[in-house]
C-alpha cells in the first residue's frame, strides 16, 4: 500500500470511528516518516545464489537465515529518534515515559544485536536497567526496525515462490505473523509484523497449535465490525484476526490500523476465552 492509499484508509477509518482520531494523528506522522526512512535507505542485494534460497527456504528457513537482514546502527538510531520524536509530540498520556527514553545515551550497535539475538528479554533488561518502561522501548524499536526489514522485503521478497513455505512464520524474516487476510479468491494469507510480506497458509488449520481437526476450528463474526472475523481454536485456545477481502478489487491491509480498527473482535474473543498468544508446545 502507498502512502496515498494509506491516508486514504485512515480518513476512511476516522470517519468510522471518530473516537480513534488521536490514534490516528500519530500514525498518519508515524507512518510518514517511516516511508521517509525506508526511502533513504540502499536497496538490498541478493549475495547467494537463487538455487540456495530455494534450498533454504524450502527447507524450512526464513531467507534472514542465509542473508542476514541489514541494520547499521547508526541509521537505526537516527530512526529510533524520528520514531520516538513522534510518538512525543502525540502520546500525551505518555510523554513522562518517552522523556525518559528521549534522556537515555543509547548503544544503538547494542540494541541491534540484542534485537538479532533473538532473546527479546535481552532489550527488555536493556529497557529496565535504564529505569524506562520495557514495552514502550521495544515497541519504538521495533517501529524503527520496521524500515529495514520492509525494504529487505520489497528487494529480495521477490526471490522466494509462494508454494515454498506453508509455515506461520515470515517466509522472508522469521516473525511469526500476527494477522490473516483473506484474498479476493478466498485463499488465506500471513501478514508479518515487521517486513510486511504476506504468504500464503491453509485455511482449514489453526496458526498456533496447527490442528487441522474442523471440528475444533471455528469462524466467528462480528455484527458490528463487518469484514473482519475471528478464526479461532477450541483445542490450544488460540485465535487469529482476519481481514476478510474475498471478491474485493482493493488488496492487502496495513496491519496497524487493522488491528486498531478490530480490538473489539479482541474482547468478543477474550470474553469467549480465546487469547491471542496462547502457550503451545512448538
Ligand atoms: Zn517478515
Ligand atoms: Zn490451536
Not at 547499521?72 to 525518559?100: S, Y
Not at 536493556?126 to 514502550?136: D, F, K, N, T
Not at 481437526?213 to 458490528?224: C, G, K, N, R, S
Amino acid at each position: 500500500m502507498n502512502l496515498e492509499e494509506l491516508n486514504a484508509q485512515i480518513d476512511r477509518t476516522e470517519q468510522r470511528a471518530p473516537e480513534l482520531a488521536p490514534t490516528l494523528a500519530y500514525y498518519r506522522e508515524l507512518v510518514k516518516e517511516l516511508r521517509e526512512i525506508e526511502a533513504g535507505l540502499p536497496r538490498v542485494k541478493l549475495t547467494a545464489s537463487e538455487p540456495e534460497v530455494g534450498i533454504t527456504v524450502k527447507g524450512g528457513a526464513p531467507l534472514s537465515v542465509l542473508e542476514p537482514v541489514p541494520v547499521d546502527p547508526q541509521a537505526f538510531g537516527l530512526a529510533f529518534e524520528r520514531v520516538l520524536n513522534v510518538f512525543w509530540r502525540h502520546q500525551q498520556g505518555r510523554a513522562e515515559e518517552a522523556a525518559a527514553i528521549a534522556r537515555t545515551m543509547w548503544d544503538y550497535e547494542e540494541i541491534v544485536r540484542l534485537f538479532f539475538s533473538e532473546d527479546l528479554s535481552g532489550l527488555l533488561q536493556m529497557a529496565e536497567s535504564q529505569g524506562v518502561e520495557p514495552q514502550l522501548f521495544a515497541y519504538l524499536v521495533m517501529m524503527a526496525l520496521r524500515p529495514f526489514f520492509r525494504r529487505y522485503a520489497t528487494s529480495l521478497g521477490k526471490y522466494l515462490k509462494r508454494d515454498w513455505w506453508r509455515d506461520t512464520r515470515c517466509p522472508v524474516c522469521g516473525q511469526k505473523g500476527t494477522f490473516g487476510r483473506l484474498a479476493k479468491e478466498g485463499e488465506r494469507l500471513l501478514v508479518c509484523p515487521l517486513c510486511d510480506w504476506e504468504w500464503p497458509i491453509r485455511r482449514i488449520q489453526c496458526v498456533h497449535c496447527g490442528t487441522e481437526d474442523h471440528a475444533q476450528l471455528v469462524e466467528i463474526d462480528v455484527e458490528e465490525l463487518p469484514g473482519y472475523a475471528l478464526h479461532a481454536c477450541n483445542k490450544c485456545k488460540g485465535y487469529l484476526k482476519v481481514v476478510d477481502q474475498r471478491g474485493q478489487d482493493e488488496q492487502g491491509i496495513d496491519l496497524f490500523l487493522a488491528d486498531l480498527e478490530s480490538q473489539p473482535l479482541d474482547q468478543v474473543a477474550a470474553e469467549r476465552g480465546y487469547t491471542r498468544e496462547p502457550e503451545v508446545a512448538q
